[in-house]
């Protein structure tokens, strides 16, 4: 079961290491870029939230896995796992992909153009949204 303290706890640990591991794959130039405009594709033409997230997570993973560091590869694919379970859920009511489509594309573009400090940013940010987005601070715990 995700509840909001699991959630937010994913997304705390995602907020500490994915900007610094999509950095080092956009610095390194080693990123699949590729494979991650394909993950985005696949996620504009789900039929489905199942669909949704597997793609979500494949573009996810292709931002991360040239970073150099086989164990922050390993922390954020299990992160990942988390973070699919809590994405679909609020996806079920929160129909906020479009959003994040938005800003995947512009971290895509960034890490194309090999611009690390702004694709940190534009991660953070990502990921920050979503949290405010689905787990106000204000709303009752």
Not at 3 to 12: H, K, M, P, Q, T
Not at 35 to 44: E, G, I, P, S, V
Not at 79 to 94: F, H, I, N, P, R
Request: hydrophobic share 50%; net charge negative.
């Amino acid at each position: 079961i995700v509840d909001r303290e699991l959630a937010r706890a994913v997304y705390d640990m995602r907020l500490l290491v994915a900007p610094v591991a999509t950095a080092r794959t956009a610095a390194s130039r080693l990123g699949d870029w590729a494979a991650a405009a394909a993950a985005l594709d696949r996620a504009d033409a789900a039929g489905d939230g199942a669909e949704r997230s597997l793609a979500n997570r494949a573009f996810h993973r292709a931002m991360y896995a040239g970073c150099g560091n086989p164990i922050l590869v390993k922390v954020l694919d299990e992160l990942q796992d988390q973070t699919a379970l809590v994405s679909s859920m609020v996806w079920s009511t929160l129909h906020s992909w479009e959003q994040e489509a938005a800003e995947h594309r512009a971290i895509l573009r960034a890490c194309e153009a090999g611009q690390a400090d702004a694709v940190r940013d534009l991660m953070r940010g990502h990921i920050s949204s979503f949290v405010a987005r689905s787990f106000p601070e204000n709303e009752a715990r």
